[in-house]
């Protein structure tokens, strides 16, 4: 069974830092995908991943894929209040539904 | 781009009536929907695949008399929750990918059930 790992599962952070949230999956997959989900509404996609070294920026969120390692990563550069939000990254599994993982509460602070 | 259009987003029902929530795939047509459940605070969790055409298939857990889903057409996925109770309020979301391949999953607005 496909699981998918998420970490931190809360973070907190000040205006202007720096932060990376990581994403591990259990089994073979080429495809990942990350989600921001503000409260009380569904989800927005923000990248999808579909190759080992995959790189991709929107902004201030960076995500990058290494499915050798079965990782994910999705950077935050420079924080700002506008990104807090949860993020949920989801891998695709063989029969193509989505696993997703348990997510991030991502807040910042001024 | 692909729009997933999902209906009502917010229900209000009593114990022991049904409710059905629409999802449509608005641009494209979806062989495949997925119908989600999300608690609060917390992810989201595959409850069943859609198939057009054919019976849907539930994840281990989900009870299928309960939570009956229908997919008659290429644009159109149901999810009816029938004797709801209390426990079942949640928030549901649906998510299609459009047929013939692509990789980028649409998901629903979502529906937030409450049941009294």
């Known amino acids: 069974e496909l699981k998918v790992e998420q970490n931190p599962l809360f973070l907190s952070m000040q205006e202007g830092k720096n932060y990376t949230i990581y994403c591990n999956y259990s089994t073979t997959s080429d495809r990942l995908y990350w989600y921001r989900q503000d409260p009380g509404k569904s989800l927005e996609s923000l990248f999808v991943l579909l190759s080992n070294g995959a790189v991709k920026q929107e902004g201030r969120l960076m995500a990058s894929l290494d499915t050798k390692a079965r990782l994910s990563t999705l950077h935050i550069t420079a924080a700002v209040h506008d990104l807090s939000a949860t993020y949920f990254c989801?891998?695709?599994?063989?029969?193509?539904?989505?696993?997703f993982g348990a997510g991030t509460r991502l807040t910042v602070k001024p | 781009g692909a729009v997933v259009s999902q209906h009502p987003s917010r229900v209000i029902c009593k114990s022991g009536t049904s409710v059905k929530i629409e999802c449509r795939s608005l641009d494209f047509q979806a062989t495949t929907m997925f119908w989600y459940r999300q608690f609060p605070k917390q992810s989201l969790m595959l409850m069943a695949t859609s198939n057009e055409g054919s019976k849907a298939t539930y994840e281990q857990g989900v009870e299928k008399d309960k939570f009956l889903i229908n997919h008659a057409s290429l644009t159109l996925s149901t999810l009816t929750v029938t004797s709801a109770h209390p426990e079942d309020s949640s928030f549901y979301i649906c998510?299609?990918?459009?047929?013939?391949?692509?990789?980028?999953?649409?998901f629903g607005s979502g529906t937030r059930l409450t049941v009294v």
């Open positions: 989801a891998v695709e599994a063989y029969n193509n539904d989505m696993r």
């Open positions: 998510s299609a990918r459009e047929a013939g391949g692509g990789y980028g999953y649409t």
